[in-house]
């Protein structure tokens, strides 16, 4: 079993919906969790770190669970540059672990 | 600033060739690490260093592998002899702080082909 699993979709949703990804991570000891944004060729870029009282940064909330330890990014009124994949991080404290990735596709 | 910076950005070889991916981190930062990414098996840790010096090599896949970091400003990856299956995109990334650092900064990649 991976140390961090996400759900590869795709998912395919038009303009304006909402979406939602989990990522589920095997190690209780960690510590921090982070959301990175990968567009089709590029490298991955940090789109928000996740807090335990949960945070939003506009159109996108992240929100942590420890108790069944999962992290999940909700994308409301999605719009056509939210299409990438997403990318889910766990930091161990001595390792930073990436899951495999979401595909989001936003459609017209 | 300048941001992660790596080279070649692409690479096609012949199997048996030696390839050589090369990395410039942001500067002030201490923690490099190389990473490689394909469908299959999405994104793997290969080796950090910190301080220039290797920490965890243990993402390397075989001894065809090497990584050097000769000084903080400069590292290379070595593939020799490449093999069809080494096929990928190879990022580099740099933090501060170590690999328990909050963010790590991605170069745009070296995507390799051996044929």
């Known amino acids: 079993r991976k140390e961090v699993e996400q759900d590869p979709g795709p998912f395919n949703v038009p303009e304006g919906a909402t979406v939602a990804f989990n990522c589920t991570y095997s190690?209780?000891?960690?510590?921090?969790f982070f959301w990175y944004r990968q567009d089709c060729r590029k490298e991955p870029k940090l789109l928000m770190s996740?807090?335990?009282s949960g945070n939003e940064d506009g159109r996108f909330t992240a929100q942590l669970n420890r108790a069944s330890q999962y992290i999940s990014l909700l994308i409301r009124d999605s719009k056509l540059s939210d299409s990438a994949t997403y990318l889910c991080?766990?930091?161990?404290?001595?390792?930073?672990?990436f899951g495999a990735g979401t595909r989001l596709t936003v459609k017209p | 600033d300048a941001g992660v910076i790596q080279s070649p950005r692409h690479e096609v070889t012949e199997m048996g060739q030696e390839v050589t991916l090369r990395c410039k981190p942001i500067?002030?930062?201490?923690?490099l690490f190389w990473y490689r990414q394909t469908m299959m098996r999405g994104l793997e840790l290969l080796i950090y260093?910190?301080?220039?010096?290797?920490?965890?090599d243990s993402g390397m896949p075989e001894d065809r592998f090497s990584a050097k970091m000769p000084n903080a400003s400069f590292s290379t990856l070595k593939i020799q002899p490449s093999e069809p299956r080494d096929s990928a995109v190879y990022f580099c990334?740099?933090?501060?702080?170590?690999?328990?650092?909050?963010?790590?900064?991605f170069g745009p990649g070296t995507r390799l082909t051996v044929l």
């Open positions: 500067s002030g930062h201490n923690s």
């Open positions: 996740v807090y335990s």
């Open positions: 991080a766990v930091n161990r404290g001595d390792d930073m672990r």
């Open positions: 190690n209780s000891a960690s510590q921090s």
């Open positions: 990334a740099s933090s501060f702080g170590g690999r328990a650092a909050d963010t790590q900064y």
């Open positions: 260093f910190n301080n220039n010096v290797p920490i965890d």
